[in-house]
């Protein structure tokens, strides 16, 4: 197994301890807005994990019809998402 292998499975650990923790304790909401999703993984990645349907959109009674998001799975998703690794544009050689 390679180094970077092995530091990817130790960061997947870490962040996925942290998740449950945060869960178990109740800090966090487990429904995250449209918006706040945008602002954590970029609107085109939240974009395309809803036309893929990896992702769906889901109402609460009472709050109009604002769209709420599963924080579990959108951040399952985006774990499992490798365009994380990707170089941003401006950081690319050309």
């Given at each position: ?33 449209k ?8 609107r ?11 992702i ?12 709420f998001?599963d ?9 499992a ?14």
């Amino acid at each position: 197994m390679k180094i970077e292998d092995l530091s990817l499975l130790m960061l997947n650990a870490v962040n996925t301890g942290v998740a449950n923790a945060v869960a178990e304790s109740g800090a966090i909401s487990s429904l995250i807005s449209k918006a706040d999703a945008y602002r954590l993984y970029g609107r085109s990645n939240v974009d395309r994990w809803l036309t893929e349907q990896l992702i769906s959109p889901l109402t609460v009674p009472g709050k109009s019809s604002k769209k709420f998001l599963d924080r579990t799975k959108l951040d399952s998703v985006a774990a499992a998402s490798n365009r994380h690794t990707y170089l941003p544009v401006a950081d690319r050689k050309l």
